[in-house]
């Protein structure tokens, strides 16, 4: 074979950090290639994707805008990813989230109680949850796989979404386009700094990070949820509810995926469209893989992924580039990652 | 709306069409699966199929060309798939996912300036006088290569699983790859040749897509048929019959849907869309209940790693 691989006696703690960086490092390299075949001078290319789009006050505004749900979400799913639990679904419990904590706005449109902003989110988080209990339940009754029904309600809640928008949700003022009514200030998020769209659905996504690392680490629960991944059978004879896990973290990040889609809705969207997501609950799978399913990783790789949908924007508006660039940069370094980790558990002869 | 013949015998052609490019592509998954291989990136591999072909078709007319150009791209992509799940033994279910989002993202940029254009969709073999026959004529014997092909390769794939020594040695490697490797089997070699063939047939299913199922090009034109030929493969069990009856099903589900939208059912045409999903969701809770994991290739997904 092209390649010896040797195993090491243990896994290299110097290259679990090391190898994220090879792959950001290998990702820049392939995009100047890429850059480079579509007629564009590489290097420019680079600069406008990656560097341009935070140049500017409002730039670093809008990353933290997009970093958000992404953190939210990845940090859902990286918990259950660590107690094998493999919620592909994200997506629809996004919007999930963002149906059922936006149809509250919609309800009480001319409400200004200070306590319609806090019943938003608990509804949000509620819609996901909603939606991801619906996987969990069919895993633990009937083993089905989990990867296959979150997937398929995905697109069975952005089509609900669509049956919304059209129907009970339009605009009764509006002129028949598929939306809903703009959410009135009581149902938005504020704004934190002026001249940016940095919202306090941030600050929410930090605080809750937070919370969740002292969980992962303090916790009975955070222990359990290690074992279950780590070691299965120690789990069974330690007297471990592998059901109960998966409920929890299907629970849990179906959650946060619904807070996420309801803080997009409430924040920087405002009303209910279409489309409301640009696959933030799939980009946040690369999130977590990429953040090492940890806490402090997961926020860096969310800024990371944030910055390559302002650079796919700035590509496009800037150079004419297709806004899909995003995926190609997203997938690559997602390879690149997957490859470098080899370099953990063996070295090459 | 009427039922005659006529109606009827279109109805049943579309339900084929409809189900081919499943078959396709759940036939190549099964025999990736067979060896012990999970990929899950065939929503991925479809999908540059699809641009790639009609990218060649538009470009240089022959249907023939774009058809191995498809199969060839979709081969690209396993090839990713496979240096790194094989070779560099990564996560195989991460990295079919990561070739999912990165083949999505690839076939927009390759497609952004095909969208619009047409094409007059794959020529459909007239066989003389039997393509006359009423009826059985239009529903039997006018379709294009690639529908008989697919029914063809329906009988081809059990034969070869079950009739042939390669297909038991790719078994063998499915079931217990150390017990492979210990009688001399190249375990690696052979997991690479299924899951490139796996490629082959989602990018030639692709290609069915976007030349003859709606012959254009859009945006995500796979819309999830490449998650739904993955949940067949489990449907049936990994028995190649089981994966024709699947994909008429569910072609079938599709196809009703659309003409339910029609007819004017008095129900939102979102909700008919959502059908094929729903479909997929209730038949993998009734397999699961018959503890699909007697029928799994005991290796499936497991990396294998020999230490010489």
């Given at each position: 074979m092209w390649l010896k691989l040797e195993a090491r006696s243990q896994p290299s703690k110097r290259m679990t950090y090391l190898s994220p960086l090879l792959a950001v490092v290998l990702t820049l390299f392939s995009g100047m290639i890429l850059f480079a075949m579509m007629g564009h001078s590489p290097l420019e290319g680079i600069y406008v994707f990656f560097v341009e789009p935070v140049t500017s006050l409002y730039g670093l505004g809008e990353l933290a805008v997009k970093a958000t749900p992404l953190v939210l979400i990845a940090i859902g799913l990286a918990i259950g990813f660590k107690a094998n639990v493999w919620n592909i679904g994200a997506e629809g419990q996004l919007v999930m989230g963002a149906i059922v904590g936006g149809g509250l706005a919609l309800y009480f449109h001319e409400s200004d109680s200070a306590w319609l902003l806090p019943s938003m989110i608990v509804f949000g988080a509620l819609g996901g949850m909603l939606w991801a209990a619906i996987p969990a339940w069919l895993k633990t009754?009937?083993?089905?796989?989990?990867?296959?029904?979150?997937?398929?309600?995905?697109?069975?809640?952005i089509l609900l979404l669509n049956y919304m928008v059209n129907g009970p949700y339009r605009d009764p003022t509006g002129y028949n386009f598929p939306e809903s009514r703009l959410f009135q200030d009581a149902a938005l998020l504020p704004t934190l700094l002026e001249g940016t769209r940095l919202n306090l659905g941030s600050v929410i996504t930090v605080m809750i990070l937070a919370g969740l690392w002292v969980m992962l680490a303090r916790t009975i629960i955070g222990f359990q949820v290690h074992v279950v991944g780590q070691a299965p059978q120690a789990a069974h004879y330690a007297g471990f509810n592998h059901k109960k896990i998966i409920w929890f973290t299907f629970l849990l990040s179906g959650g946060l995926a619904g807070i996420a889609g309801l803080m997009e809705v409430a924040g920087p969207i405002g009303q209910l469209l279409p489309s409301i997501s640009p696959g933030y609950g799939f980009t946040a799978i690369i999130?977590?893989?990429?953040?090492?399913?940890?806490?402090?990783g997961i926020l860096l790789t969310g800024l990371l992924m944030a910055l390559s949908y302002l650079g796919g924007e700035t590509a496009q508006i800037e150079m004419g580039l297709p806004v899909a660039l995003t995926g190609v940069f997203?997938?690559?370094?997602?390879?690149?990652?997957l490859a470098s980790d080899v370099l953990i558990r063996y070295r090459v002869k | 709306m009427d039922f005659s013949l006529d109606t009827t015998s279109l109805i049943i052609v579309t339900i084929i069409t409809a189900a081919t490019p499943l078959l396709l592509a759940a036939l190549g998954e099964l025999v990736n699966e067979k060896s012990g291989v999970l990929n899950l990136g065939l929503e991925g591999m479809m999908v540059v199929g699809a641009v790639m072909a009609f990218l060649t078709v538009t470009s240089t007319g022959s249907a023939a060309l774009a058809i191995i150009v498809a199969i060839l791209s979709g081969m690209g992509?396993?090839?990713?798939?496979?240096?790194l799940t094989l070779s560099l033994q990564s996560n195989q279910v991460a990295t079919g996912l990561a070739l999912t989002i990165f083949g999505l993202g690839l076939s927009s940029l390759i497609g952004i300036n095909l969208v619009g254009m047409a094409y007059d969709g794959l020529p459909k073999l007239n066989i003389a006088f039997l393509s006359d026959l009423p009826f059985f004529g239009n529903v039997l014997f006018s379709?294009?290569?690639?529908?008989?092909?697919?029914?063809?390769?329906?009988?081809?794939?059990?034969?070869f699983l079950n009739k042939t020594k390669y297909g038991l040695v790719l078994r063998a490697v499915g079931e217990s790859h150390d017990a492979a490797h210990s009688i001399g089997y190249p375990v690696i070699k052979i997991r690479y040749m299924a899951a490139l063939y796996g490629g082959a047939m989602s990018g030639l299913a692709g290609a069915y897509l976007s030349l003859a199922y709606s012959?254009?090009?859009?945006?995500?034109?796979?819309?999830?048929?490449?998650?739904?030929a993955l949940a067949l493969v489990v449907f049936a069990m990994w028995m190649p019959s089981r994966v024709l009856l699947g994909a008429y099903m569910f072609g079938g589900i599709t196809i009703l849907q659309l003409h339910g939208q029609g007819m004017g059912i008095d129900m939102p045409s979102e909700f008919l869309s959502m059908l094929p999903y729903l479909?997929?969701?209730i038949v993998l809770v009734l397999i699961s209940r018959q503890a699909q994991n007697n029928y799994a290739p005991a290796c499936l997904g497991k990396p294998f790693h020999s230490i010489r």
């Open positions: 009754r009937f083993n089905t796989n989990e990867i296959l029904t979150s997937l398929m309600l995905t697109y069975v809640a999130v977590a893989f990429l953040g090492r399913l940890h806490p402090v997203q997938g690559l370094l997602l390879f690149f990652l | 992509m396993a090839l990713i798939f496979s240096v379709h294009d290569i690639l529908v008989y092909f697919s029914i063809v390769m329906v009988f081809v794939t059990y034969w012959p254009m090009w859009a945006d995500n034109m796979t819309a999830g048929r490449g998650w739904i479909a997929t969701i």
